[in-house]
């Protein structure tokens, strides 16, 4: 929830980025600048974020997955990312497996919030990242994985879960964390792409 018109980044805010991203003054400094002329009210609503999305995949259907990736880093829940949600959005879809981007990951895919994930919950992530591969791509993957349900039932089955079985966010990471296939099947590595699309068109 942002409302900070100040051209410059406090100095607060800016040791807080610091300590919680691996950022420099000056990328944090430049991108601050960028994101006041692109939103001068302070923050980046649903929508603006769903065409961000759109404008870099037009053959695609991104609207869902923008929503889930959206929705996972509103850390406040009032529907705009503040300056702060969007460089920790940043950080978190950039490259690595921390303990931190996986607990954003279980946060994308714990829909409801409850705390722990359903099959149903990984579905739902899922079929909005199979909206995001092209048709052409989709026909290039495994066979046990080239459908939403078959990716949903391979990444259950690397959990050990029942059908109606819940994973909490425990189990979640230490499963990544054990399993290089599981973190493959879960994610979707284009926000980062996109990110650094921005980017380049903002300087």
Known sequence: MGNNKSSALSKE????????????????????????????????????????????????NPKAYAQHVFRSFDSDSNGTLDFKEYIVALHLTSPGKT????????????????????????????????NMISEEDQKNLPEDENTPEKRTDKVW????????????????????????????LIQFDEPQKIQNRIKQKKH
Do not use: H
Not at 16 to 26: I, M, P, Q, V
Not at 99 to 125: C, P
């Open 13 to 60: 805010l800016l040791a807080d980025l610091k300590s919680n991203t691996t950022y420099t003054d000056k990328q944090l400094c430049a991108w601050y600048q960028s994101f006041q002329k692109e939103c001068p009210s302070g923050c980046i609503s649903r929508e603006q974020f769903e065409s961000i999305y759109a404008r870099f995949f037009p053959d695609a």
């Open 99 to 130: 303990i931190e981007k996986l607990e954003w990951a279980f946060a994308l895919y714990d829909v409801d919030k409850n705390g722990s994930i359903t099959k149903n919950e990984i579905n739902e992530i899922v079929k909005a990242i199979f």
């Open 157 to 184: 089955n690397f959990f050990g879960k029942k059908e109606k079985d819940k994973v909490t966010e425990g189990e979640f990471i230490q499963g990544v964390m054990n399993n290089k296939n599981i973190l493959r």
